[in-house]
């Protein structure tokens, strides 16, 4: 049996205790007498030992039911254990307990007869009433535990659209530990009776407490503030759930506390109607899908389509002869939600008043943003539009090199005059890191040196990195704030949006961040501490400040964007995508060129699927989006244990950690891995707080060098060709495998059982192999291992595209519309022309954006200097995709003389200014 240590999430252990019980109890029952009996009872004990401590925060089985099951077993009854034992694991798989009662005594389960719950079709689970759980945190005795149910229970009507079970705890900290642990909890009752602290010591619980954080001084409250406390500290964990308060205080007393998620306070009554009410209500308004809903009783109305698009209500299909298998694939209600109407009931997305408004109000409210926009063709087009909307010509934006090239397009777009910030590199890897904080406070000081401060606009990251890189958001935009109170941000969280709804993601995002600063920089501490770093600052030069963790000014403005590709992470079609906003200038001065820009990328047809898929996928994260991202990062750690400690997997493989990602400099904490074989898990809360960048776990970088074949050759020759394994990203001697909520543990024991195989033919491969074949095999390795180019960083900008030699920022706009007239251009070849014009001492500069797969992001923008280290970068690379390069033709570079023209023209423009 697994030791405890060895589970990252406490879901994943019950899970697994339960179905190690069932197999435990069906071979003690089928031969008692074995002499492996005594054994298989004392293993059946300690796994009835280890679930006893967590059954209490489930309402399925409940307590009694496994108190009664327990009893069973101590009488020596085991055929009705084992027979319970089955019922109660089949109906956790199933999920059957979600749907009915499932009896565990034989004689109600002979007269249960359900079809089978996993044969159930799709359909007829749709019609089946969604379940929750409510927890009610009350210090009670057995009898009136169970007068607290029956009183719940009663309630319950057939009309009811939802159906719920109660769970009862008698402590601030079981409640605690309850909601990050039950999945199934909706809501919360918090009543005056109840405790402080649990009786239960368990350290993977305990861990589950520490993500709750700011408990520290809580022993110094008093009893009557319990409730109120716990409300606000769910608020921070599951800010999704709804909380209602029972009291005895008076309206006075409670009117001026923060309640956090407290939805009514009931004052001491026991109104179960009302309360029932609520709870159910509650529930409704995350259940809701405005669109979605919409969409559907549109499809269901006679209509006459004299507009746009044959293919409305199928017509154009069934009418068909020759395309009638698409209508066979698709089935027929994707037809009939078909449509170009905005009116009957549905809405624009230009223009939104009806349902997409309140749907878009709906995902504000899930993603913590004050306002949200959909977009149906992608973050590409989310980017877009935010750097259009704030970005003017000649503003200075602050922009990660490493970034999604959809940027770099928007500077071009917009005009900027863009910073290029380099990210720390991974040579090693064939990678990079993210931008450390330093290198932006260096730029931002350099450019306020110049007196350039005004014009600096916006700092655009990507959070997190494609390979996993999460940044201290929080901590990045209060320094920044220091330097530029006023500054915008723009947080690119394309692989980032499932964040929200995990506690210990949460505190990394945008939104979140945001909403955290609009609260303390108003707070008394706050300007304290501000007005006293000032005079401790005062004449600081450069290097003091880049070591001094800054503090903004109480007046800094809050000015937060995050674009989000929904249908990367969480339930949408593909290139459903958000735009959230956190701005408080936003209704004064952003709002118009908002709309203006998002009128310029946003079709005038959008797909009305992805909209209500964005819709429903809304819905999904407020009601299951928690258990879903736990079941992620449980999957991704497990696959992290299993290659980490299989010997045959250790020989060619290794699953990059911390610590291989993130140089110590950044890493606080010291925490170099998450998992270790000696000590199992490690409690991440604690780096996720404080270091200054963090790996997101669910993103896991398998070095594969060690096998022989670059990332590219493993991932399209052994994964996808020969097992149909899909991957995205690689780099020179890695592959990256993401986890998402649709991961399943198949999936991952899948993957092992390809790589256990991939390695075992490497091991027969070299049995066989003669010396000569052993050496080449060796150099290969090394080659991918050891002989690795170093990755370049930004050069400049030519002279010919910067106002100025003090500062870097250059004009990336003219130098791409310079390109247009070819004139202007020549071809170099990488080891002929333009290495011989760079040895004579010639400035050679990109025409074009040179993007080479991997790693995915330019090397070369037009305007940009072509340096020594990306000369040498380029021709060690090995990859077959350059978007950019002609391989016939070489670089395309602009001419002396197209430079020496621009640089007279943007003289006399400047002269002029």
Request: hydrophobic share 40%; charged share 25%.
């Amino acid at each position: 049996m697994q030791s405890m240590s060895d589970y990252y999430s406490a879901i994943q252990l019950r899970s697994d205790r339960w179905s190690k019980l069932r197999e435990t109890t069906d071979a003690l029952a089928r031969d008692p007498d074995s002499r492996h009996a005594k054994a298989t009872r004392a293993k059946i004990s300690e796994l009835f030992d280890s679930l006893s401590l967590i059954e209490a925060y489930w309402a399925f089985p409940g307590v009694q039911a496994f108190d009664h099951i327990r009893r069973q077993f101590d009488h020596g009854n085991l055929d009705d254990v084992a027979f319970a034992v089955h019922r109660v694991t089949r109906g956790l798989t199933t999920g059957a307990y979600r749907r009915r009662h499932i009896p565990l005594d034989r004689d109600a389960a002979e007269a249960d007869d359900h079809e089978d719950e996993a044969m159930l079709s799709p359909e007829a689970r749709a019609l089946t009433k969604p379940y929750f759980e409510v927890m009610i945190v009350d210090n009670v005795n057995e009898h009136q535990e169970r007068w607290l149910k029956s009183n719940m229970t009663s309630m319950r009507r057939a009309e009811d659209p939802f159906t719920y079970e109660a769970v009862v705890v008698p402590s601030l900290q079981d409640a605690l530990i309850g909601v990050l642990f039950n999945h199934n909890i909706q809501a919360i009752v918090v009543r005056p009776g109840l405790k402080m602290e649990s009786k239960v010591d368990l350290p993977i619980l305990k861990r589950y407490l520490n993500r709750a954080g700011g408990i520290e001084n809580i022993e110094e409250l008093a009893p009557e503030d319990y409730g109120p406390e716990l409300c606000r500290l769910i608020a921070k964990v599951r800010p999704e759930l709804d909380a209602y308060l029972v009291t005895e205080r008076s309206v006075e007393d409670i009117a001026g506390l923060d309640l956090g998620i407290c939805r009514r306070v009931f004052y001491n009554q026991e109104d179960f109607v009302e309360l029932h009410l609520n709870i159910l209500r509650g529930v409704q308004a995350r259940f809701k899908t405005p669109f979605f809903t919409a969409l559907k009783e549109y499809s269901k109305q006679p209509t006459g389509v004299f507009h746009a698009m044959p293919i409305s209500r199928g017509k154009s299909i069934s009418r068909s002869h020759w395309i009638q298998d698409m209508g066979a694939f698709y089935g027929p209600n994707i037809f009939m939600a078909e449509t170009s109407a905005t009116s009957g009931g549905l809405d624009s997305l230009l223009e939104p008043h009806g349902p997409i408004k309140e749907a878009q109000e709906l995902a504000s409210r899930a993603f913590g943003s004050k306002q949200t926009f959909f977009a149906t063709n992608g973050t590409s087009t989310c980017n877009k539009i935010v750097v259009q909307a704030l970005v003017r010509p000649d503003d200075i934006v602050l922009v990660d090199r490493d970034c999604h090239k959809s940027h770099h397009y928007g500077m071009v777009l917009a005009g900027a005059n863009v910073v290029y910030l380099d990210s720390y590199p991974l040579n090693e890897y064939s990678m990079y890191g993210a931008v450390p904080l330093t290198e932006i406070k260096h730029s931002l000081l350099k450019l306020k040196a110049a007196g350039k401060l005004d014009r600096v606009r916006m700092l655009l990251l990507t959070n997190c990195t494609f390979d996993g890189i999460v940044y201290n958001v929080e901590r990045v935009m209060e320094e920044c704030l220091a330097i530029k109170p006023d500054l915008v941000f723009l947080w690119d969280e394309a692989w980032f949006a499932f964040a929200r709804f995990g506690p210990t993601y949460r505190q990394r995002t945008g939104m979140n961040a945001a909403n955290n600063m609009r609260v303390s920089l108003r707070t008394p501490e706050h300007a304290k501490a501000y007005e006293k770093q000032q005079e401790k600052l005062k004449d600081a030069d450069e290097k003091t400040l880049l070591k001094t963790r800054l503090i903004p000014p109480p007046n800094a403005r809050v000015r937060v964007y995050a674009t989000q590709s929904t249908h990367k992470t969480l339930t949408s079609l593909r290139q459903g995508s958000m735009i959230h906003v956190n701005d408080q200038d936003f209704k004064g001065e952003v709002e118009q060129s908002f709309h203006e820009a998002y009128m310029t990328h946003t079709s005038t047809s959008p797909n009305y699927q992805i909209i209500a898929s964005l819709d429903v996928g809304r819905r999904q994260v407020e009601l299951e989006g928690f258990e879903f991202v736990q079941r992620q990062v449980e999957a991704a750690m497990s696959m992290r244990r299993a290659i980490s400690t299989h010997p045959l997997l250790q020989k060619y493989f290794k699953v990059l950690t911390a610590g291989d990602m993130i140089p110590d400099t950044h890493r606080e904490s010291g925490v170099e891995s998450y998992y270790d074989p000696d000590q199992g898990w490690t409690d991440i809360w604690d780096c996720w707080e404080k270091d200054e960048f963090v790996l997101d776990a669910t993103r896991v970088t398998l070095s594969v060098g060690g096998t022989g074949w670059d990332g590219d050759t493993f991932k399209t020759d052994i994964l996808m060709d020969k097992y149909g394994i899909q991957i995205n990203k690689t780099s020179r001697n890695t592959v990256l495998f993401m986890t998402n909520i649709g991961t399943t543990r198949s999936s991952v024991a899948y993957l092992i059982e390809v790589l256990v195989e991939i390695a075992k033919s490497l091991d027969e491969l070299l049995d066989d192999a003669s010396k000569m074949e052993r050496l080449a095999f060796d150099r290969r390795v090394k080659n991918l291992m050891e002989d690795l180019p170093p990755l370049p960083d930004f050069s400049r900008f030519h002279d010919a595209f910067r106002t100025d030699q003090v500062t870097p920022e250059g004009d990336i706009r003219s130098a791409f519309f310079l390109s247009y007239d070819a004139n202007n251009c020549d071809y170099l070849e990488l080891d002929g022309s333009l290495k011989k014009a760079m040895d004579a001492g010639q400035e050679v500069v990109s025409a074009s954006f040179i993007i080479p797969y991997p790693p995915g992001f330019p090397i070369l923008v037009p305007g940009q200097v072509v340096s020594k280290e990306i000369l040498a970068f380029m021709r060690a690379l090995d990859v077959n995709e350059i978007h950019g390069y002609r391989a016939d033709l070489g670089l395309r570079v602009f001419t002396q003389d197209a430079l020496e023209r621009h640089a007279k023209k943007m003289k006399t423009a400047l002269a002029a200014k």
